[in-house]
């Protein structure tokens, strides 16, 4: 009886008309990928061809390698500022400004990416830059910071600090204790943000369509150019094999948070 | 007498806490403070040649946004880029209200669930977010489109047989805004719930309150912050939106972050670009302090109750 009086009825066929809502675009995706028809909506029997054909699209590969480059790099930067600037404002005495400055890391959020793109353009056009790559690694590592930032001070604030005292008690080095006590406690923390940097620079739309001047064509400018062209087999296919990743990098950090 | 023991704390040095924030705030400063500036400066500047922009005060792009320019330089009104501005602002706050209406009930009803079960649903929840945003929006190309499925299903159960394409209407980047966001929506709304104390509930059922009195008067009121956090985390994302305008709104029904995108790219009008960024970030500034503010009264009638 306590726990019907929670209940509200409706409540759950709501919810599984949302889950259908939430996963029926994506499987109208996957199943008209394995169509054999050229055209999309026109269901011409089961094949792998398009499989085939976007594999060996030279392009598509470019612009894979272009968004694995800049994703990495972007990854391991934004995560190692995102770490100090982290074990400062969680564990750090006496920081002065910690309100502003927590403000100030996690800027990117504040603001709409939109007008984060407008400022690197302005910025890079200023300054004369135009290596394509280096553009888009300075840009997805500022607004990969605070993706990275967030989970590494939540693994921090869940953490005793205790531990970190005890071994310092015991004659540990500043080093010692964060490398040999901090570190390995949080490092659920660090991967889940950095994993979360990763998809969020593989996913970036509007800072590298905006940048995209310097020849260096990432995954998603590439496929906005594909669509541009129209609804094609093919591109259900890339946007399949992009989810397959996306699920496979989604089930590791999720897996990740639950030992938290 | 009063001394504290002096615990041997992680970074002794003061310094260590400039050092630790050094890169964070020097990439955020190079990277987007200054250029915020820079983007404030070419507002007031001069549209160059060639594109571009040249330092020379001018307030053109404001006016811009507002009139056209006739052939005498005589001002006359032009509502087309107000409209955008409305539209942004209409269909964000559509987003918003929509998310949290679909949210409450599915966050609400995974709450109720057994651990393990939460754990699933939860997880189905933001699976759709770790896809790439592009694919998520073009998915509704093909469910919207002129011969898209929902076309194809109206036809096949003979209710309509020559429907117009769906895509390129409001309702389409409204669908489309809603799809990419709400799992923000949820994820937050859904903590709320976790928070909520059954007995309380039950209490107000045992005062005879009725469901909907337990649900207006009790439960929602004390999911407020989690509803006030997704607002916040759906709202201003899409004010700046621009997947959703140039693939569900066909590029001729604007929303200012296509808007801005395109000045800066095909229509070549940098200072313009700059002018409508700028009224774009105050309208975000706008929202989050009134945000800060009601929180922070929040937190003030609460510290002196």
């Known amino acids: 009886m306590t726990s019907n009086v929670r209940r509200y009825p409706g409540f759950g066929l709501f919810s599984l008309i949302f889950f259908v809502y939430l996963y029926l675009p994506i499987a109208v995706v996957v199943f008209y990928s394995f169509n054999a028809n050229r055209i999309v909506s026109n269901w011409g029997g089961f094949s792998l061809h398009w499989y085939t054909t976007a594999l060996s699209n030279a392009a598509l590969v470019g612009a894979v390698k272009t968004s694995l480059f800049v994703a990495t790099i972007a990854t391991v930067l934004s995560t190692i500022v995102a770490l100090m600037a982290a074990l400062v404002l969680v564990r750090g005495r006496n920081v002065r400004f910690r309100r502003v400055s927590e403000t100030v890391v996690n800027l990117p959020l504040l603001l709409p990416e939109i007008v984060v793109a407008v400022a690197v353009l302005i910025l890079f056009s200023e300054v004369g830059l135009t290596n394509g790559l280096l553009k888009l690694t300075i840009a997805h590592t500022t607004f990969c910071i605070p993706f990275a930032f967030l989970p590494i001070r939540a693994r921090l604030q869940g953490m005793d600090a205790d531990l970190e005292e005890a071994a310092r008690d015991l004659y540990a080095s500043a080093w010692v204790a964060f490398r040999r006590v901090t570190l390995p406690l949080i490092l659920p923390g660090v991967f889940a943000g950095a994993m979360l940097a990763f998809v969020i620079s593989m996913d970036d739309f509007i800072t590298s369509n905006l940048l995209n001047s310097g020849g260096a064509t990432t995954l998603p400018v590439y496929i906005f150019s594909l669509i541009k062209q129209g609804v094609s087999p093919q591109l259900n296919a890339i946007s399949t094999l992009i989810m397959i990743v996306s699920v496979v990098l989604a089930t590791v950090a999720f897996l990740l948070q639950r030992r938290q | ?305």
């Open chain 2, 1 to 305: 007498m009063n001394q504290r023991p002096k615990l041997p704390g992680w970074p002794k040095l003061s310094d260590w806490n400039v050092l630790g924030l050094l890169p964070a705030h020097l990439i955020m400063l190079m990277t987007l403070i200054i250029p915020v500036g820079i983007i404030a400066l070419v507002s007031f500047s001069t549209r160059g040649p060639y594109g571009g922009f040249d330092y020379v005060f001018t307030t053109a792009p404001y006016k811009q946004i507002l009139f056209n320019e006739g052939w005498s330089g005589e001002l006359e009104f032009n509502p087309q880029y107000l409209i955008v501005v409305a539209r942004t602002v209409i269909l964000s706050l559509a987003t918003t209200i929509i998310c949290l209406a679909l949210s409450f009930p599915v966050a609400y009803f995974i709450s109720l669930q057994k651990t393990s079960a939460k754990m699933l649903l939860i997880y189905l929840v933001t699976l759709p977010f770790w896809v790439s945003m592009i694919v998520r929006v073009y998915s509704w190309i093909i469910i919207l489109g002129n011969d898209g499925v929902i076309a194809k299903a109206l036809r096949a159960l003979g209710i309509n047989e020559n429907m117009g394409s769906l895509l390129f209407t409001d309702t389409a980047m409204l669908i489309g805004l809603v799809y990419s966001y709400i799992p923000l929506m949820i994820l937050p709304v859904f903590a709320s719930i976790e928070k909520l104390d059954p007995a309380l509930v039950e209490a107000s059922h045992d005062l005879y309150g009725s469901r909907l009195t337990t649900l207006r008067r009790v439960i929602l009121p004390l999911c407020r912050p989690g509803m006030a956090a997704g607002a916040i985390l759906v709202f201003v994302p899409c004010l700046g939106a621009v997947l959703e305008p140039v693939l569900l709104g066909g590029g001729k029904t604007m929303m200012m972050g296509n808007l801005i995108q395109l000045q800066f790219g095909a229509a070549r009008n940098w200072p313009l670009g700059a002018a409508i960024s700028i009224v774009l970030m105050c309208a975000v500034m706008v929202f989050l302090l009134w945000r800060g503010v009601q929180a922070m009264r929040k937190e003030g009638r609460e510290a002196s109750a």
